[in-house]
């Protein structure tokens, strides 16, 4: 079994095995932790299907400049939305689809804590879709299940991040389009699942119990500040601190798929139909800001039109300026991303060390004071805190008017 091929931009959305007539693909963990599409040479037969369904060496999808800038946060659901990572952006465009009789693909955990994409036909399904799982996802075969679908007339949304999204467009070659609609989230990069593995084996041997649900952005102190919140046997949920909760600053120290430094979605101009991110630095009233708020892009006429019939009755929608988009992101929407000098070194040692040892030597140190204070004090401390500065801005601004 080899890599199909060097393609150093290689997304591992495994387009290319989806699409193979021999399946002689499978998708395995690279020496980084991250999905790659390995082949089997002994079955291949050459027909170049997979190289044609590569977002990465055919690219077939187009890029649109976004059309609007939204502040969008659900109305009268404080419960859902409470599940969702930011203002349930994804979920109110996942909710309209079904609600039609459509279907709606995206990231779930699976009972042993993998992330992976998967298709949704019902409502009570869309829950395990909410809340962003910061770890590449395995596709599986949802372009294939997505593809059929399309062909039996069914409406789709597919959620994703950029990437995945080209993936999509380009397996699906000439297959009509009418009837899908696809939402690309703003992405800062996406962290190893292999490393996601680790993590979570240290979590379920420290606390001597198996993990049934990981939370990476619990709302239960509020929405800004990232809190994560581990399920155990379905029943006690701990929300990890300190150097329990340092997996999730692998993506920000950059410790993420070799794909992600010079990704060609790290722009403005979008793949998907809609984008959905979270909006930061927007002053808006404190309440609004502690239930979480959707940054929204409407990238296409056909993502207008579905924001305008469905969305507008549902969420609370605000128009906001190119400025503010640029205000709020300050990684997903900038063109590159520095890779850490000790990148290769840091995977290397993540084989030997064990999670602690890695956090103290790799992670710690490499963060910012703040954020390691912020892990440090209590999360209701933390909360207060971002609850007051966010108060005092709102004066300022007032003042200023
Ligand atoms: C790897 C990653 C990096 C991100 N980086 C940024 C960033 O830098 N800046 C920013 O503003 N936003 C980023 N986001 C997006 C943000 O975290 C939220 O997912 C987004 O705002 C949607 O929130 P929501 O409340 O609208 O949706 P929710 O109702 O919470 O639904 C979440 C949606 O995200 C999808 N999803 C969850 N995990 C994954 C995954 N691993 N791969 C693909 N799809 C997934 C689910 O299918 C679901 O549809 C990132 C998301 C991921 C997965």
């Known amino acids: 079994m080899t890599k199909l091929c060097d393609a150093s931009a290689c997304v591992g959305c495994g387009a290319c ?6 399946n002689c693909f499978s998708m395995q963990l690279d020496k980084y932790g991250f999905w790659v599409p390995v082949v089997d040479r002994n079955v291949c037969v050459k027909c170049g299907l997979c190289q044609k369904a590569c977002p990465a060496l055919s690219p077939t999808y187009t890029l649109h400049e976004p059309h609007a800038v939204l502040c969008a946060t659900l109305k009268n659901r404080p419960e859902v939305l409470k599940k969702s990572s930011s203002g349930g952006l994804a979920y109110a465009l996942s909710h309209a689809i079904i609600k039609q009789g459509g279907v709606v693909f995206g990231a779930a955990y699976t009972p042993d ?7 949704v036909t019902d409502l009570a399904g869309l829950s395990a879709l909410q809340g962003s799982k910061y770890v590449q996802s395995h596709l599986n075969t949802t372009y294939q299940q997505a593809k059929k679908r399309l062909l039996e007339g069914k409406q789709v949304l597919f959620v994703g991040t950029p990437c995945q999204i080209a993936g999509l467009y380009t397996y699906l070659g000439n297959t009509p389009q009418g009837k899908l609609l696809t939402c690309d989230l703003l992405c800062g990069g996406a962290p190893a699942p292999g490393l996601f593995a680790k993590y979570i084996a240290y979590l379920e041997g420290k606390f001597k119990q198996k993990i049934t649900c990981f939370n990476f952005r619990s709302k239960k102190y509020g929405y800004g500040y990232l809190h994560l919140l581990s399920t155990f046997n379905g029943r006690k949920s701990v929300l990890l601190t300190g150097k329990d909760s340092s997996f999730v600053r692998t993506l920000g120290l950059g410790y993420v798929r070799n794909s992600c430094f010079d990704c060609p979605f790290r722009s403005v101009q979008r793949v998907g139909d809609i984008t959905a991110g979270d ?16 940054l929204g892009l409407v990238n296409t006429e056909k993502g207008h039109s579905f924001i305008k019939t469905h ?20 990684v997903s929407i900038r063109p590159t991303k520095k890779k850490p000098a000790d990148y290769d070194e840091f995977f290397k040692q993540a084989k030997e060390l064990s999670w602690p040892e890695l956090t103290k030597r790799y992670i710690w140190p490499k963060s910012s004071f703040k954020h390691n204070l912020m892990d440090l004090l209590p999360p209701c401390v933390t909360s207060v805190l971002r609850r007051t500065i966010l ?6 601004q007032q003042k200023a008017k």
């Open 113 to 119: 804590m993998q992330v992976v994409h998967q298709e």
């Open 311 to 330: 969305l507008a009755p549902v969420m609370q929608l605000k128009t906001c300026t190119l400025q503010d988009l640029k205000n709020s992101q300050n």
């Open 279 to 294: 909006f930061w630095n927007l002053l808006v009233p404190v309440k609004q800001f502690e239930q979480g708020l959707s």
């Open 17 to 22: 095995a989806q699409i193979c007539p021999k």
């Open 391 to 396: 108060r005092v801005k709102l004066w300022r």
